[in-house]
Structure formats: structure tokens, C-alpha cells
């Protein structure tokens, strides 16, 4: 089985980043809150296409592990995103199965992503079981037109545009500064272009806001500065959160950085699986493993279930027909 790198835990256990401690919280969460994005951004790169009834098996799994939030599918182009096409039956599914309208009521949120206004009118159609949007852009013109076809510019507006309609409609939104860590194509990120962007997600009512090393060439010297840069960015009660992908073998270190200086929210995929379909030779998220792993090192409460994880990771690597990263105990 596949685990976290040595280097990693190595890293973490090291403590390399205990110098920051000093920095104030950037979330009015004591715990950890783990957005778990294995059936969106899990498996839309994977070469294996799960059925729509081992998707819901897999998010039962996911449910029972009880994460702060899941993200459950995408309304995009099938022809772009074939592994997307069933976004609308799986949450016709989900809209009428006992145990997902229950986490529901209890307080998980399930999302989707939702690229323009028009996946937006396919979104509030399954209100009973959705309730948050995930929305992105580019923190470069080159991914930009690679991922959607426009400039930044006018990613952002429609971007904009489609977080004020969510608020207006009193849905939750996650925002996310794509490639804020680095771009396959035009290299390092200016930190202040992401800052700008963060703050047109809080003047159209964002309410989390997150840096996504889609690429996976974060460092900790990264996390700092970005999160620095971008927190005057916060008016009232938006949260900052880190997405982070395990290119280099420094996710894990990345999120402990995150996590001493005040982050709270993670997202993360079961086994380490996933990528993005217009990143050349992007590497899987950080696994749920090695978050849960890095928190309970550091004793930041998650409230996740691990022994759920594992099931949902058996289940994934008999669906993918591959080994996936495991639970690695940090010493």
C-alpha cells in the first residue's frame, strides 16, 4: 500500500514550523473543519469512471465518517468532464435517500462546483440535498483560458456574478484562488493577485475563501506569506482555507504550517486521489489520511471518523482498481 512519504513525516515531526505561532487565527473555528472533496475532485482526473451507485456508496461511507462538508460532484460539460456527466442523477439519488437528507439536517454541507450561472440553474434544482456552491478562478491568464476559456477579467466578473445570485438565494459559497501556489505555465503566482481576488469574492459575499495549490509545489514559506497577504482581506466573518496538492511531498508540512497559524478549514480527497483536468501532470490532493495525521499530531480536533475513511478507501481502490495512500502515524 501506498503512504505518506518519508520526507514528509520526517518534515512534520521536525517541527519546521513552530516559528510561527505567534500569528494571529485567521478562522473562529477552535477545531479543525475537513472538507472532503473525493467524489468531485477525487475522482475527476482518475482513468477509472465510478458508476452513480458506487458514487453513493461511496459518499454513504464518506457521510458516516462525519467530515464538516463534502463535495459531491460538478455540473460542467460532460463532454470536458466525463466523469461529471452524472452530477444530476447522483444528486436526484441523493435528494431522496434517508441518510444524506439526515446529515443534512444535522449540519453537514454538501457542495458542488459550479463554473457558471447556467451549471448555477442546474445546482438549485436539487436545494434539498445542496446547499453549498464552490466556485473558482485562475490566479493566471494562461490557466484561466486553459480551464474556462476567458481572461481573468472576465472570469472573475462571471465568477462574481454567480456568488452574488448564491447569496441572494441564501446558499453558502467557497471560493477558491486556483494555482495561487504556482502555474504549470507561467511559474510563480504574485501573492497580490490573489489578494485581489479574495477581495472581489468578499465584496460579492463569499463566505470561505481558499488557496488552492492546484498544482502541488507549495512550501510552508508559501502558506505563510499567502495567508499574510490575503487575511486583510476578511470583513466580518469569512474564513480562510487551504487546498493543498501533494506534488513534491510538502502538503503535509504545508498543513501543519496552516493549521499553527490559524487555518482551519482543509479540504482533502480519501487515498490521496485526484487532480485537475487542465493542470499538465497534476498530482492527487492531500490525502484525508495525512490531514487527520498531521491534526491529531499537532491535537487540532477534526471530529472525523477514521476507521470510516478507511472503509471509503477500500471501497475507492477496489472502484479505481488501485492502491491509494493509507494512515501513517506521525511519530
Partial sequence: MLGVSKGVVV????????????LRYVSTESRALIHEVTPRDGLQ???????????????????????????????????????????????????????????????MHFAALIPNLR???????????LDTVVCLVSCTESHSKANVNRSMKEALKNTCD???????????????????FGCPFEGDVDPLVVKDIFEHYVDA???????????????AEQVKVLVETVKPTITGSQEIGLHM??????????????????????DCATG??????????????????????????????????????????????????RELKQFVPIP
Fill in 119 to 129: 451549471g448555477y440553474e442546474a445546482f438549485v434544482k436539487y436545494e434539498g440535498i
Fill in 245 to 266: 496538492h501533494d506534488g513534491h511531498g510538502l502538503a503535509s508540512e504545508n498543513i501543519r504550517t496552516g493549521a499553527e497559524i490559524g487555518v482551519r478549514r482543509f
Fill in 162 to 180: 454567480l456568488i452574488k445570485a448564491a447569496k441572494k438565494d441564501n446558499y453558502r459559497v467557497q471560493a477558491y484562488a486556483s494555482l495561487a
Fill in 45 to 107: 482526473n482518475e482513468k477509472v469512471i465510478l458508476s452513480t451507485k458506487d458514487k453513493v456508496k461511496l459518499i454513504e461511507s464518506l457521510v458516516k465518517a462525519k467530515p464538516a462538508s463534502i463535495e459531491l460532484c460538478s455540473f460542467v460539460r460532460p463532454d470536458l468532464v466525463p466523469v461529471m456527466a452524472d452530477a444530476k442523477e447522483l444528486c436526484a439519488q441523493l435528494n431522496d435517500t434517508d441518510w444524506a437528507i439526515q446529515a443534512r439536517q444535522e449540519g
Fill in 205 to 219: 459575499g463569499a463566505d470561505i475563501l481558499m488557496l488552492a495549490d492546484t498544482l502541488g509545489v507549495g512550501t
Fill in 11 to 22: 518534515a512534520v515531526a521536525r517541527g519546521r514550523t513552530r516559528h510561527v505561532r505567534n
Fill in 272 to 321: 490521496g486521489c485526484g487532480g485537475c483536468n487542465f493542470v499538465p501532470n497534476a498530482d492527487g490532493n492531500i490525502s484525508t489520511e495525512a490531514v487527520l495525521s498531521v491534526l491529531d499530531h499537532i491535537g487540532i480536533e477534526h471530529g472525523v471518523d477514521k476507521s470510516e475513511i478507511e472503509l471509503a478507501n477500500r471501497h475507492l481502490q477496489k472502484c479505481l482498481q
